[in-house]
């Protein structure tokens, strides 16, 4: 089992940032204290997208649940230390899952839904996991029988959690799970292509839960409304903690329907909610949705994973009286907010950030802001920026930063820098009035991952797999900009001499690899050449202008199309 090393785990709890408890032991303390409140809802529509009908658990009936997993996890031969992943949608058996892995002391590894057969392969191959559990179908994918030949391959136990019949009871006797052993590997773009395993302790997660808590000003039995897929920081951090801490409710949604959230916010009578900006947006360019909005119950409305326009947080508070917490992270432990309590003004909100760890500054509502440390640093030259208008990569240090990548310590090494803080890969300046400049304000990202939709994608992992395509000479993905999903995926292709190329050729080729969905490319550039440096390396960002300037340009050969 990993855990950290003892002088940070003694650092950290003695100066109050980490706890002594486990996840299962603080979801047992809620089942203690209010067992009869509603713990968990599933999506209503649950019976349209997959098995079994959706169900209302209290604590209690959650926490039977809960033994009930676990009970067939140790049956399958999981014990403390195994890791098991599973591909599930928002239903509250991946809830159940994942306390049911703290509860025997194993190790959860979530992975998307939207994941195929070619991501499956690659994951098993780094983590080596002990079980796999999926279930019969998501909307017309049949996910178990589709991972069935890659856990054949991997010698990977599957379980499908639709054939689970009856119970058995816990093994008598469970190696105890400390709150600095590891709990999750949680997947991540890379810029290099292939997906890297990040993983978190319990006291990592927690940590990022009491910094979403405190700035969000969650309180007890809070209704939270959760959409983004259980697997990474914004569900398990933002969502999953956040629920765990106030000892909420959770209303699960999936898959993302608009109508359907508006309908759960005011049904439910939501509290609390996470959304990407293209919520905000449709809700606000589309008359029918706004009509049929009732905010009225919402307190707390997160956004993030990629740029607010300010006009939408102006508008959310001039319509429906709701302000917007800017959130801005990553999976390894990022975690910076902006809320209306210490930046008031929200034409700042959508690009400005508290300057966490500044012993000189305090934060009202943000007691979190001096548990880290940030600093920014001249890319060229690693030099620290101190002054104003300079923009510098991001760097971080504190108790909510990951564990370490799974895989060779080389991984880990090369993300942090001589002084120990991580290498971000986003762009800040410091900015702010008055002596003390009080705040960042996001440039954007030296990074070269896609995020569309809050999904990120390595453009490398789509090059090498196009590299493979017969007319191909040169290709190099990019990434555009979309006021719905934030950023969509293309891709610039020269053609062998003699040879061409098509959007429709490119993505049936990518579907037949099994590529996942989010990943296939939405637009084509057909090129004479790439653009590159002097190293030779391919400048995506002028793929990116050259889109945006010339996409209906009859120079160049564009198409598009949604693959939902």
């Not at 940070?8 to 603080?26: H, I, M, N, Q």
């Not at 713990?39 to 169900?55: H, K, L, S, Y």
């Not at 090369?414 to 003390?436: C, K, M, N, P, S």
Request: glycine residues 8%.
């Amino acid at each position: 089992m990993i855990r950290v090393t003892p002088d940070l785990v003694k650092d950290y709890t003695a100066r109050g940032w980490w706890g002594s408890t486990s996840l299962d032991e603080d979801f047992r303390a809620n089942v203690a204290r209010v067992p009869a409140r509603l713990a968990m809802a599933d999506p209503p529509n649950r019976a349209e997208f997959t098995q079994g009908q959706p169900r209302r658990l209290s604590y209690a009936e959650f926490d039977a649940e809960v033994d009930r997993l676990a009970a067939v996890m140790a049956g399958h031969g999981v014990g403390a230390g195994d890791v098991v992943a599973y591909q599930l949608p928002n239903i509250y058996e991946a809830v159940a899952i994942l306390l049911a892995c703290s509860r025997i002391g194993a190790v959860a590894s979530p992975i998307l839904i939207q994941f195929d057969q070619h991501e499956l392969d690659d994951i098993f191959e780094q983590l080596h996991p002990r079980l796999f559990v999926s279930l019969t179908r998501f909307k017309d994918r049949a996910m178990a029988d589709n991972a069935a030949p890659v856990c054949r391959a991997k010698n990977v136990p599957l379980l499908n959690i639709d054939q689970i019949d009856g119970s058995a009871p816990l093994p008598g006797t469970i190696e105890p799970t400390g709150p600095n052993d590891l709990l999750t590997v949680c997947w991540t773009s890379g810029t290099e292509g292939a997906a890297k395993g990040v993983m978190r302790t319990h006291n990592q997660w927690r940590v990022i839960g009491q910094m979403m808590h405190d700035g969000a000003g969650l309180c007890d039995g809070d209704v939270l409304r959760n959409a983004r897929p259980m697997v990474n920081m914004a569900a398990i951090g933002g969502t999953f903690y956040s629920w765990l801490l106030c000892a909420g409710t959770m209303i699960l949604h999936n898959p993302l329907d608009l109508a359907l959230v508006l309908d759960q916010i005011r049904q439910e009578r939501v509290t609390v909610t996470f959304m990407p900006p293209a919520f905000m947006v449709s809700l606000l360019k589309d008359p029918a949705l706004g009509a049929r909005a009732d905010l009225s119950s919402l307190r707390v409305l997160g956004s993030g994973s990629a740029a607010i326009p300010q006009w939408a947080i102006d508008e959310m508070k001039d319509r429906f009286g709701v302000e917007i917490i800017n959130f801005f992270g990553s999976n390894e432990g990022v975690s910076l907010l902006s809320n209306a309590v210490e930046i008031p003004d929200s034409s700042m909100r959508s690009q400005y950030f508290p300057r966490f760890g500044r012993p000189d500054i305090l934060w009202a509502s943000l007691p979190g802001a001096a548990w880290c440390e940030t600093r920014l640093v001249d890319a060229a030259t690693g030099e620290e920026i101190t002054e104003p208008g300079v923009t510098g990569e991001l760097r971080f240090k504190g108790p909510s930063l990951f564990a370490g990548y799974l895989g060779p310590d080389e991984r880990t090494a090369e993300a942090f820098d001589e002084h120990g803080f991580y290498r971000t890969g986003d762009l800040f300046q410091i900015a702010g009035d008055g002596a003390v400049h009080r705040f960042y304000r996001f440039e954007g990202r030296s990074k070269e991952v896609i995020i569309r939709g809050g999904f990120n994608i390595a453009p490398a992992e789509i090059d090498n797999m196009l590299s493979a395509y017969p007319a191909i000479a040169e290709v190099a993905a990019f990434g555009y900009p979309d006021d719905r999903l934030g950023e969509k995926l293309g891709v610039a292709v020269v053609p062998k001499p003699g040879q061409s190329v098509s959007l429709d050729e490119l993505v049936a080729y990518l579907r037949e690899e099994h590529l996942a969905v989010f990943k296939l490319p939405q637009a084509l550039l057909v090129m004479d050449s790439l653009p590159r440096n002097a190293m030779l390396k391919v400048l995506r960002w002028k793929l990116t202008e050259l889109y945006v300037a010339q996409h209906a340009d009859s120079r160049l050969q564009t198409a598009e199309h949604a693959h939902g």
